[in-house]
């Protein structure tokens, strides 16, 4: 959002409010116009949205297998699909998703995605390890990057990841990997940074 300060145009970062006589950060203003309450700015920044990308760079995949896995991935139209199995006992399969170009979250404290993780049953002993990260780079395995966190098997919610200490330009990455008998359907419904 922009401010014109004395006949210049600025990049504000942050909406502060006077409550109680403490100034606070807000995520978001509302003003009311003709007896309608708009939006005029927020900070939260949706970047996916039940199968809508809001981001100018769509996501892209990469997949490894050390032999005899599967994996897939695609977008269902209203949420992206992750799938990996593994019927060995040693080795792996993965599939990641990522941004397609770099998304700069210095403005930004917590990644937060809407996902579930439902393990395939049958052969399978157990979910695929479902990470979540941001990093510089998107294309090797496993590479972690600068924050992420690892989830087992999910029912529907919304997980977050602190991306407080990280400035500057990364990919966003989720990664379904399956190992030693797992398997997973993993669904991601929303993305979103605030």
């Known amino acids: 959002m922009q401010v ?34 708009k939006q005029f700015y927020s900070k939260i920044f949706q970047i996916y949205t039940n199968g809508v990308s809001n981001y100018s ?8 297998d050390s032999g005899s896995g599967n994996y897939s991935w695609s977008n269902n139209g209203s949420y ?5 199995s593994w019927t060995g006992e040693s080795g792996y399969a993965a599939v990641k998703i990522s941004l397609s170009s770099l998304l700069d979250v210095t403005n930004y404290s917590t990644l937060h995605v809407d996902l579930e ?4 049953g049958g052969v399978y002993t157990g979910p695929a390890t479902i990470t979540i990260s941001v990093g510089t780079t998107n294309n090797t395995y496993p590479d972690l990057g600068l924050a992420h966190a690892y989830y087992g098997t999910l029912s529907r919610q919304t997980v977050t990841l602190d991306i ?14 399956s190992s030693q008998f797992q398997g997973s359907n993993a669904y991601v419904y929303n993305i979103w940074l605030d």
């Open 80 to 84: 992206l699909y992750l799938k990996t």
């Open 117 to 120: 993780n439902v393990g395939l």
């Open 4 to 37: 014109n300060i004395g006949g210049i145009w600025k990049t504000i970062n942050a909406l502060q409010c006077n409550i109680g006589g403490v100034w606070k950060t807000i995520k978001s203003g509302f003003c009311n116009i003709a007896g309608v309450w």
């Open 164 to 177: 407080s200490s990280i400035t500057g330009n990364v990919y966003i990455m989720i990664m379904s990997d």
């Open 57 to 64: 760079s769509w996501f892209k995949s990469y997949s490894w």
